[in-house]
């Protein structure tokens, strides 16, 4: 190894030559064990009478490697909690549709299931400094063993993201105030047994007081289209006796070589058949059809599987007038039954006029019928209407569901 002789009490940067004062205590060396002077990597002083040697180095290079990517730091190993296993009676009650209610006021979650309500927590929300939004969510990711990502790798487990923005459900700890910078904290007993009942999609809204889901009819409320009635029944009965149909047998096998010969002249000349309006696609993603009417925009939106379907324009009475915010949920769809429920969300301001009935905002809203046959060709258990006085905000977006801020 090629050597380069420094004076001693010099360092030598090759950029410059520095001096440097060597008093009494504050000589700093280091020994490499039996390392002779020529290949001694030392910064600093040997304690002998011999100068210092640095080997020599290529300064046409730089010293750093600019181009190298930083080190991304990671949490360290944190054992995270058991894995959940869930009751059967838990379960068992966590049948049909979910919707799960945060109040603020109350500090509370209850999970309401096929409408009614199964389970309650106790939670903590945002401060003062970091509000909790209101609002209506659903989950549209799941992470069983989340660390924060802004909050000193932080174990927020059993995580169910509600925004993409950052907020969520998951475990933490629990006082009984507000506590968190805006996320739900649940307990972990409660929110490991959530974990296994919960499904992408399952709805979730946050309010100030307190609201309940109850059952809705309305005539406005999307339901399947009516069969057609069999064209057999137009016949007359006299008709379909054995004597009648031997009777017309040969006039018939006449009347279908005739119609034969017709058709094979056309088909090649007929149009193609297009498939009725009011048939769903077949490349729509699996879930149930979420609709959203905007008074603001003057608008009714559809998706489906976190995909947006398609818009329409809609007719609002009164349009100055407020209709609230309520969410209709598709309990159950048997033939041309509906069962459909309601939650009407308070106002988040404590001073504001009482929200209008469901009812009431159902009444004002107008759907073109073109429309409203393409929805109900869709409709299944766990398909919602959501009606706000709310424009489509900036949280909904590619892999969301429809997400309403009303504070």
Known sequence: MTAYLAPKGLIDLRNGIFGAAVT????????????????????????????????????????????????????????????????????????????????????ELVLWANGEAVARSRVSTGTRANPTPTGVFSVIEKDRWHWSNLYDSAPMHFMHRITWSGLALHQGIVPNYPASHGCIRLPEAFVSQLWGVTRLGARVIIVRGEATPVEISHPRLFAPAKPAAPLISRLDPALLSPDSLRTLDTPLKMAQLTGLQTIAMTATDAPATEAPAT?????????????????????????????????????????????????????????????????????????????????????????????????????????????????????????????????
């Not at 181009?67 to 944190?78: E, F, I, L």
């Not at 905007?294 to 379907?309: E, Q, W």
């Open 279 to 407: 048939a769903a696609p077949s490349n729509l993603k699996p879930g149930p059809v979420s609709v959203f009417v905007s008074r603001k925009d003057g608008k009714l939106y559809v998706r489906k599987g976190f995909t947006p379907v398609f818009d329409a324009p809609v007719t609002i009475d009164r349009p100055a007038e407020p209709l609230g915010t309520h969410v209709f949920t598709a309990l159950a769809v048997d033939g041309e039954q509906v069962r459909w429920n309601v939650v009407s969300m308070p106002s988040s301001s404590r001073s504001a006029e009482p929200v209008p009935p469901a009812g009431a905002a159902l009444d004002r809203i107008a759907i073109p019928q073109d429309a409203r046959e393409r929805i109900a060709a869709l409709l299944s258990a766990g398909a919602s209407l959501i009606v706000s006085d709310q424009g489509l905000g900036p949280e909904t977006g590619k892999g969301t569901d429809f997400i309403v801020l009303t504070r």
């Open 24 to 107: 009494a205590g504050l000589g700093f060396g280091m020994v490499a064990g039996s390392a002779t002077p020529a290949d001694a990597f030392l910064f600093g002083w040997q304690r002998d009478s011999r100068p210092t040697y640095y080997p020599q180095q290529d300064y046409s290079r730089p010293m750093f490697d600019l181009d190298r990517p930083a080190r991304v730091s990671r949490p360290k190993h944190r054992p995270g909690p058991r894995e959940p296993k869930v009751s059967p009676e838990f379960r068992a009650k966590a049948q049909g549709p979910l919707t799960l209610i945060v109040s603020l006021d109350k500090q």
